[in-house]
């Protein structure tokens, strides 16, 4: 997917974003602790390009899918789009942003009402703003079902009578039915058949060519994400760990939370999965109520120091473009090919998606 990468203002920015969910107990519901779910997130999304973030279950990532959308309310934080603040815009006024902030939800059975008739479903967007497209609500519906795979005739069926690919289409139908500048897409295959993915990720591709969209793709499958996004940030326990390009991302993780994820990605050739080795990882992924000190990823680092557990590393930029929050960063490739004239190390996980970077 083509990205803007040298657009003047970004058309979603990120600043310092928690969301912290509070734990009570008792009668008097008196407040015990908290779930960090996200805590202190930064990043920004260009016009056009696409962002893709991936992390483990419970890393905080659909949350703050949710908190951009502003279908959560932070904790604090700033988020805004097109230069406007929307942190804490009210219903009344964050409606009429609904119609350029759109999203795609992980569930394709969950998320359709299956009392309505996709006609109804496509259409309640233009309902909910008062917006009468030309031609009539009823026209356009069945063209957007022709945008996304599907015939007009399936205006009056119902959702049970789709398949879950079918039913993502339809949830893609509504998402674009107000023509949204900014669409998150919350694991928008994980609940598909494996057959069925790379159709919905290829429609996901072809609609930002025609319509000009800008993507938050959500995911935890790291081939999915290499296929569709510009830029990568990785997510571990509420906090970004490293974002950068997705070549420079494969090629060279510095990360090693994400060279640990990259190493379990399956390469079809034998002979670059004995080159590059599995990360094995051990334990489990902490609790977000009780988060350890310092570096959040060193219980299960095999580079953890003293510093690691006494000082929270920032996210800085190692070389242009790519930033990453470790004390221990992983060694540069072409930094080490030049001091010893040699050529780049080969390729970690350079075949989660293709057989080389596209």
């Known amino acids: 997917m083509g990205g803007a990468p040298d657009a003047p203002e970004p058309l979603l920015r990120v600043a310092g974003l928690v969301k912290h969910f509070p734990i009570t107990k008792g009668v008097l519901r008196r407040k015990a602790g908290a779930v960090q779910a996200v805590d202190g997130v930064d990043f920004d999304v260009r016009p056009g390009e696409t962002l893709g973030v991936v992390g483990e279950s419970g890393c905080g990532k659909s949350t703050m899918g949710r908190l951009i959308t502003r279908l959560l309310e932070p904790t604090a934080g700033r988020v805004e789009f097109e230069g406007r603040d929307i942190t804490h815009l009210g219903p009344g006024k964050m409606r009429p942003l609904r119609r350029d902030i759109q999203m795609i939800f992980q569930d394709p059975y969950g998320s359709l009402n299956p009392r309505h008739t996709v006609g109804s479903i496509v259409g309640t967007p233009f309902r909910l703003q008062q917006v009468t497209p030309e031609g009539g609500v009823k026209k356009e519906v069945q063209r957007l079902l022709e945008l996304v795979g599907l015939s007009p005739e ?205």
């Open 154 to 358: 399936h205006y009056n069926r119902y959702p049970h009578e789709f398949s879950g690919g079918q039913r993502q289409r339809i949830g893609i139908a509504r998402a674009l039915a107000l023509k949204p500048k900014l669409v998150v897409a919350d694991e928008p295959v994980s609940a598909l058949d494996v057959s069925i993915q790379a159709q919905v990720v290829n429609l996901l591709d072809d609609l930002q060519r025609e319509l000009g969209l800008t993507y938050v793709i959500i995911a935890h499958d790291l081939s999915v994400i290499r296929h569709v996004s510009d830029r990568i940030a990785v997510m571990y326990l509420g906090k970004i760990v490293e974002l950068s390009d997705r070549a420079s991302l494969y090629a060279a993780p510095l990360h090693p939370y994400t060279k640990a994820l990259l190493s379990a990605v399956p390469v079809p050739d034998p002979r670059r999965r004995t080159e590059r080795g599995r990360i094995l990882l051990k334990g489990d992924v902490p609790s977000p109520i009780s988060p350890p000190s310092g570096c959040r990823f060193r219980t299960r680092c095999w580079k953890a120091t003293d510093v690691c557990a006494e000082q929270e590393p920032p996210l800085v930029a190692l070389r242009t473009g790519h930033q990453v929050a470790c004390h221990h960063p992983e060694p540069d490739p072409a930094s080490e090919g030049a001091a010893t004239g040699s050529g780049p190390a080969p390729a970690a996980g350079g075949g989660a998606a293709r057989g080389t970077e596209p």
